[in-house]
């Protein structure tokens, strides 16, 4: 699964199931053209709308679904909603994608995230003291 393109992924999970391009295509409705051209890597993935769409009829579980998600961001070479600063670390340290949808999925609260940052805080902390 190394390298695997966006493309690829949907490409691979339509065919497991069965279903035609032009079927698919008109099922999360978009054109069978576009959808070709994400499939063959001419285009980055859709909007977010049409991932939420391609998930719910590949009936992808929970890890399929945050794999296409980790693919669709790294066809469309960062991640857009974020402040320039962190899209490159984000990009870098996939893990930290990883425990940010953990976060989400588990609905972590502010304090729960306040503490995080605190022993993170201690920990650099730490280090510096120990640097001097």
């Not at 966006?6 to 069978?32: H, N, Y």
Request: proline residues 2%; aromatic residues 6%.
């Amino acid at each position: 699964m190394d390298n695997l393109t966006f493309g690829q992924f949907i490409t691979q999970q339509r065919k497991e199931r069965d279903i035609s391009l032009r079927r698919f295509a008109v099922m999360i409705d978009i054109s069978p053209e576009y959808l070709c051209n994400i499939e063959k890597h001419r285009r980055a993935a859709p909007a977010s709308e049409v991932l939420e769409r391609i998930a719910r009829v590949l009936l992808l579980d929970k890890y399929e679904a945050g794999l296409m998600y980790d693919l669709a961001a790294d066809s469309k070479n960062t991640l857009t909603v974020l402040p320039d600063d962190l899209t490159g670390f984000l990009n870098e340290n996939r893990v930290v994608v990883a425990a940010l949808r953990m976060a989400k999925d588990v609905d972590a609260t502010d304090a729960e995230w306040q503490e995080f940052m605190q022993k993170l805080r201690a920990k650099k902390d730490n280090n510096v003291r120990g640097d001097s």
